[in-house]
């Protein structure tokens, strides 16, 4: 009967809801990535939880869409990796390069251990590509993320690190 059917749904859906607040997959206040989405957990109904975007965007996703997809958790660890790609000229001296990123990544919020990092990334097709390699605290990524990517940038300028933007040389014979 159609009552029964409609009463087996309920129960089935505030299971999930009821099996997300005991398993503690996600938690208020935490920020996760699910599927597409990405926010921060403001409620966990027995239906629906709820995310705030980093644009303040509201999001009510079905809890049942919680079990069946990866949830990454970005607060559950406490701390965040933050590579912060730059492009430098094939004749810059990647020695210097490491040292005037490295010299940036003195900021305030920027964890010690891991130590910072200059990799080497790519040999790309008109630039060098390396990664300023940083671990910070949860709550500093976005911060460091932007503010990284400015100082950067700067100190390369003020150095006379020549940053490169993608052209092509076009020979007629």
């Known amino acids: 009967n159609a009552e029964t059917f409609i009463i087996g749904l309920l129960a089935g859906a505030i ?3 009821v099996a997300l607040l005991l ?10 990535k699910v ?3 990405e926010g921060t957990v403001r409620t966990i ?3 629906y939880t709820e995310l705030v975007t980093a644009d303040n965007r509201h999001v009510s996703m079905p809890n049942s869409s919680l079990t069946n997809t990866a949830i990454v958790n970005y607060t ?5 990796r933050l590579d912060i790609p730059f492009s ?3 004749g810059a001296d990647i020695k210097a390069v490491r040292s005037i990123l490295l010299g940036v990544a003195n900021a305030d ?3 010690d251990e891991p ?3 200059v990799l080497l990334d790519e040999c790309g097709d008109s630039a060098v590509k390396v990664l300023l390699r940083v671990w910070c605290r949860q709550e500093k990524y976005w911060e460091l993320k932007f503010g990284l990517l400015e100082s950067g940038k700067a100190a390369l300028t003020e150095a006379g690190v020549e940053i490169p933007f993608p052209q092509m040389d076009v020979h007629i014979k």
């Not at 398993?23 to 996760?32: H, R």
């Not at 559950?76 to 965040?80: F, K, N, Q």
């Open 35 to 37: 599927g597409e989405l």
């Open 76 to 80: 559950r660890e406490g701390t965040r």
């Open 115 to 117: 130590a910072p990092q």
């Open 45 to 47: 109904g027995m239906f």
């Open 23 to 32: 398993l503690k997959q996600v938690k208020a206040g935490e920020y996760v």
């Open 15 to 17: 299971g999930v809801g």
């Open 88 to 90: 430098v000229s094939y």
């Open 109 to 111: 919020g920027v964890i």
